[in-house]
């Protein structure tokens, strides 16, 4: 009885903490979708209008689901630049490399910096006119290649992904060093001795204790992708670049909600549906995340 009480009483403080910034606040968006608002005034109750408007009225439908294919877009290109390479630079910075702090701390370093500065930076280089990359690219021959990156429908996405990727590698792979670095280096003196070698040795021994280690990154990079919202807006704006092809849920909810160019009117109810959406993309995939974790885990045993 007494542990029980000692632990209520550490839990409930960061429980009130929790229900004040985190539990309430999104109660309160949850009910706001159920009313017109405009921001300024009284709320109109409409029930389940605002989400009919976002699943099956233009222009709404169209941008809502043009929003969704992007964010989920999103995700997957970041799958593949930040955690693969994450992964990789793990395995290089783990074979015992000199100078692997230096390379450690250089790799974490754009973790520590503002997203509106790296968004503004990178938009300065990758400027089709007085940009480094298009710079860098005529003076190695490869003028062909230069263009407006995000003035581009086909790749003013995958290039802010990269973008997104290159600040937050770092924080990956030092979650991919902690994992490797807890595997027992008896496990491969056993491998080397039964003849494993390179990609046997990774698979076998390697990767299966680092599937845990995945699972949280997973998770943690769809969670961020559906957050998304400072550095599209810091690097295409709210309309979400060219055609909108950058356009992901958050800049979407931020057009909505609180007005956009053009004179749109705020829509605070419409705003709210969308911000309940998105918590439900998140929270079912997070529980299929975690529920694949948990048969593998137990498929372990």
């Known amino acids: ?10 839990i409930l403080p960061a429980f009130v903490i929790y229900s004040g910034f985190m539990l309430i606040p999104l109660i309160l968006s949850m009910r706001v979708s159920f009313y017109e608002f405009s921001g300024i005034g009284d709320m109109t109750f409409i029930g389940l209008d605002n989400f009919r408007r976002l699943l099956l009225e233009e222009p709404y439908s169209v941008r809502f689901f043009n929003a969704v294919g992007n964010t989920f877009e999103f995700f997957a290109y970041t799958m593949v630049f930040q955690n693969v390479t994450a992964l990789l630079l793990a395995l290089a910075l783990t074979r015992g490399l000199k100078f692997t702090g230096f390379f450690r701390t250089v790799i974490f370093i754009p973790v520590t910096l503002s997203l509106l500065m790296i968004g503004f930076v990178w938009t300065l280089m990758l400027n089709p006119n007085i940009g480094v990359i298009n ?7 490869l003028e062909n290649l230069t263009r407006a990156w995000l003035g581009s ?8 992904t ?9 924080l990956m792979v030092m979650l991919f ?21 390179g990609w046997a040795m990774f698979r076998h021994i390697t990767l299966p204790p680092l599937y845990p280690i995945i699972g949280i990154v997973t998770i943690m990079t769809y969670m961020g992708v559906f957050n998304q919202f400072d550095l599209v807006y810091a690097m295409v704006g709210s309309t979400g ?18 007005g956009g160019s053009g004179g749109q009117m705020p829509q605070m109810g419409l705003g ?15 529980c299929f995340f975690l529920y694949l974790s948990h048969l593998r885990a137990k498929g372990d045993r």
């Not at 710079?135 to 021959?141: A, C, D, K, R, S």
């Not at 709210?272 to 997070?286: G, H, P, Q, Y």
């Open 153 to 160: 429908e086909t790749w003013a996405l995958p290039v802010v």
């Open 1 to 10: 009885m007494k542990f029980h009480k000692k632990l209520l009483l550490f």
């Open 162 to 170: 990269m973008v997104n990727a290159w600040q937050y590698t770092g």
């Open 177 to 197: 060093v902690a994992g490797i670095q807890g595997i027992p280096e008896e496990r491969y003196e056993a491998a080397r001795i039964d003849g494993a070698r």
């Open 241 to 258: 670049g060219p055609r909108y092809s950058v356009d992901v849920l958050g800049t979407f909810f931020y057009r909505t909600a609180f």
């Open 135 to 141: 710079e860098v690219l005529t003076m190695i021959g």
């Open 272 to 286: 709210a549906a969308i911000a309940t959406m998105t918590f439900l993309f998140i929270a079912v995939a997070v």
